[in-house]
């Protein structure tokens, strides 16, 4: 069945750095979504790709959609400790319904101030 | 404008005994989807229902786990004779979907953290 892999599972950083958290499927995406969790919270939508090579930024978070529509990207430019949580990329699954979604494993990310 | 809620948001069962989990969805959304999280993993992906249809249950476990959705009321997540490897972080979420075909974005309730004691 479909996987979605995403790399690293922890990155820790100190505050002002820069943050990527990568995710690769093995089929080809209609859209890509990345959510985060906060510790001990639920996920909280982020954003949905659609096109292939698309790029969006909202403030200092930049994600990518790769031109084959396998792989996306969540780049977070000088990291705050406000960005600490786990980011999840998430495809729909396919098949006879396409709610559901199939998720990464998730980049822990923890920011020393 | 309440989002999805999830009730209980801790419940502790011993071995054997029976969890129910309830949902209810963003008002006007009639699509729910249930996931489950273990500890430090993505979330898995159980069931997906319409308003009192289960439309995919591929992800569910084949015994003591059902869902519902009833025309009335919240959705329902249901484990029967819960065993320790039931100890999760359940989440419902729901979208509005009103065409199957689109990839609607789901909106995530709070979830029931299940201890088995």
């Known amino acids: 069945g479909q996987q979605v892999m995403q790399i690293p599972q922890y990155q820790h950083v100190q505050e002002g750095e820069d943050f990527t958290t990568y995710c690769n499927s093995s089929?080809?995406?209609?859209?890509i979504q990345w959510y985060k969790q906060r510790p001990g919270g639920h996920p909280v939508f982020l954003i949905q790709?659609?096109?292939?090579?698309e790029v969006k930024k909202q403030k200092r978070l930049t994600f990518q959609f790769g031109e084959a529509k396998k792989n996306s990207s969540l780049h977070i430019t000088a990291t705050q400790t406000t960005d600490v949580g786990t980011y999840f990329c998430?495809?729909?699954?396919?098949?006879?319904?396409?709610?559901?979604?199939?998720f990464g494993q998730g980049t822990i990310l923890t920011v020393h101030p | 404008n309440a989002g999805v809620m999830q009730n209980p948001r801790h419940l502790v069962r011993r071995r054997g005994q029976e969890a129910r989990l309830r949902c209810s969805p963003v008002?006007?959304?009639?699509?729910v989807y249930w996931y489950r999280q273990l500890p430090e993993e993505g979330l898995k992906f159980m069931v997906y229902?319409?308003?009192?249809?289960?439309?995919?249950e591929s992800g569910m476990p084949k015994e003591r786990f059902s869902a519902e959705f009833p025309k009335e009321g919240p959705s329902i997540l249901r484990i029967q004779q819960v065993v320790r490897g039931d100890s999760a972080a359940y989440f419902c979420?729901?979208?509005?979907?009103?065409?199957?075909?689109?990839?609607?974005?789901?909106?995530f309730g709070p979830g029931t953290r299940l201890l088995v004691l």
């Open positions: 979420a729901s979208s509005p979907s009103r065409d199957r075909r689109r990839q609607e974005t789901q909106y």
């Open positions: 089929t080809t995406l209609s859209n």
């Open positions: 790709l659609v096109k292939s090579g």
């Open positions: 998430a495809g729909p699954a396919g098949g006879t319904s396409y709610g559901k979604l199939t």
């Open positions: 008002k006007g959304h009639s699509h």
């Open positions: 229902l319409q308003k009192e249809n289960i439309i995919d």
